[in-house]
Antibody, heavy 119, light 106 residues
Framework: ELQLVQSGAEVKKPGESLKISCKGSGYSFTTYWIGWVRQMPGKGLEWMGI????????KYSPSFQGQVTISADRSISTAYLQWSSLEASDTAMYYC????????????WGQGTTVTVSS | EIVMTQSPATLSVSPGESATLSCRASQSVRRDLAWYLQKPGQSPRLLIYGASTRATGIPARFSGSGSGTEFTLTISSLQSEDFAIYYC????????FGGGTKVEIK
C-alpha cells in the first residue's frame, strides 16, 4: 500500500521561495497521480494541481495556474510543490494525496505540511 | 468549473442517531463523486467513491447514494469518532470539493 510522507513545517518571509515535498513508499509510485490540496486556516479543501508519476503529466486548477509549480522526481519517488515568491496569503496547510491511475478519488494522504508566511 | 454545494453547513446529532448530509453539483457529474472525512488536526480520509462504494476499511454505517447532481451521505448510528467535517468531491470534470458539513455532538 502506498504511503505518503511530507516534509516538515516551514516558516518563510514574503517574497521568499519554497519547495515542499511528498515522498511515496510501499507501492509502485509510477502508477499513481499525486495531487496537492490547500487548506487555509479554518477553511475547506482546495485542489491546486496534480501530477502523474508515470510521465510527469501535470494539471493545475485555474486558481493556481502560474502561482505554483508541481514537479516530481521518479528516481526518489517524490513529488514537489514550489513557490517562487511567497505571499502572506499562502499561509496554509498543504496536503499531498495519491490516486491510482484511472481513478480520481484520493485514497492515500500525506500528513500535511504547514507553511507560514510572515514578515 | 463545477461548483459543489454541501448542506447543511453544520449538523448537530446525538450519538447513536443517524445523520444525512447533502451534496449538490452545479452540473451533472454522473457518479464521479467521493466523500471524505476530516477530523481536527488530521488529514482527510476517503470514505466513499463512485457515489456509493465504501473505501477499504470504512464501516457499513457509512452509505452514499445519488447520481447526476444530487448526492447523499448517510451515517447510521453515529459513533464518537464520526464527529468531524465531511467533504464531497467531484472528479467528473477536473476536481472540486464542496465547502464541507461539520457534524457535531448535540
Amino acid at each position: 500500500e502506498l504511503q505518503l510522507v511530507q516534509s516538515g513545517a516551514e516558516v518563510k518571509k514574503p517574497g521568499e521561495s519554497l519547495k515542499i515535498s511528498c515522498k511515496g513508499s510501499g507501492y509502485s509510485f509510477t502508477t499513481y497521480w499525486i495531487g496537492w490540496v490547500r487548506q487555509m486556516p479554518g477553511k475547506g479543501l482546495e485542489w491546486m494541481g496534480i501530477i502523474y508519476f508515470g510521465d510527469s503529466n501535470t494539471k493545475y486548477s485555474p486558481s493556481f495556474q502560474g502561482q505554483v509549480t508541481i514537479s516530481a522526481d521518479r528516481s526518489i519517488s517524490t513529488a514537489y510543490l514550489q513557490w517562487s515568491s511567497l505571499e502572506a496569503s499562502d499561509t496554509a496547510m498543504y496536503y499531498c494525496a495519491g490516486a491510482r491511475n484511472g481513478n480520481y478519488f484520493w485514497d492515500v494522504w500525506g500528513q500535511g505540511t504547514t507553511v507560514t508566511v510572515s514578515s | 468549473e463545477i461548483v459543489m454545494t454541501q448542506s447543511p453547513a453544520t449538523l448537530s446529532v446525538s450519538p447513536g442517531e443517524s445523520a444525512t448530509l447533502s451534496c449538490r453539483a452545479s452540473q451533472s457529474v454522473r457518479r464521479d463523486l467521493a466523500w471524505y472525512l476530516q477530523k481536527p488536526g488530521q488529514s482527510p480520509r476517503l470514505l466513499i467513491y463512485g457515489a456509493s462504494t465504501r473505501a477499504t476499511g470504512i464501516p457499513a454505517r457509512f452509505s452514499g447514494s445519488g447520481s447526476g447532481t444530487e448526492f447523499t451521505l448517510t451515517i447510521s448510528s453515529l459513533q464518537s469518532e464520526d464527529f468531524a467535517i465531511y467533504y464531497c468531491q467531484q472528479y467528473h470534470s477536473w476536481l472540486t470539493f464542496g465547502g464541507g458539513t461539520k457534524v457535531e455532538i448535540k
